[in-house]
């Protein structure tokens, strides 16, 4: 036990509840949602997910936000698109968060023109 966070096997409840955390929280899930479907506070929840991921949730949900943004537009989704599927507001949020978090433009990122 450190910091009063215990750490599990591979396996073990507590790594399960890990996968609920980033699945809940790439869904778009908000923080305390996500805390009281697995009945802890919200604190609780910042602890665990910088023990596992080593930030909070609220650069979790938007970094799994941004990967799946990412995925959508090297597969050649168009950017529009990608942003209304990843749950953007609209594509210059897409954009400022690409450009934030990737350092470049979502043009950089974009598959469809693969093969031409």
Same mark, same amino acid.
Request: aromatic share 6%; charged share 20%.
């Given at each position: 036990m450190? &910091?009063?966070?215990? @750490?599990? /096997?591979?396996?073990?409840?507590?790594?399960?509840?890990?996968? =609920?955390?980033?699945?809940?929280?790439?869904?778009?899930?908000?923080?305390?949602?996500?805390?009281?479907? &697995?009945?802890?506070?919200? *604190?609780?929840?910042?602890?665990?997910? &910088?023990?596992? @991921?080593?930030?909070?949730?609220? =650069?979790? *949900?938007? =970094? /799994?936000? @941004?990967?799946?943004?990412?995925l959508?537009?090297?597969?050649g989704?168009?950017?529009?698109?990608?942003?209304?599927?990843?749950?953007?507001?609209?594509?210059?949020?897409?954009?400022?968060?690409?450009?934030? /978090?990737?350092?470049?433009?979502?043009? *950089?990122?974009?598959?469809?023109?693969?093969?031409?």
């Amino acid at each position: 036990m450190l &910091l009063g966070l215990t @750490f599990a /096997l591979p396996g073990e409840p507590a790594e399960q509840a890990v996968r =609920v955390v980033a699945a809940q929280l790439g869904a778009g899930a908000s923080a305390a949602a996500t805390a009281e479907r &697995l009945g802890w506070t919200e *604190r609780s929840l910042h602890r665990r997910c &910088l023990a596992a @991921f080593g930030y909070g949730p609220a =650069v979790l *949900r938007r =970094v /799994l936000r @941004f990967r799946r943004a990412a995925l959508l537009l090297y597969d050649g989704v168009p950017i529009a698109d990608a942003a209304a599927e990843a749950g953007y507001a609209d594509q210059p949020h897409l954009s400022r968060e690409v450009k934030a /978090l990737a350092g470049v433009a979502p043009s *950089r990122i974009y598959g469809g023109q693969r093969g031409a």
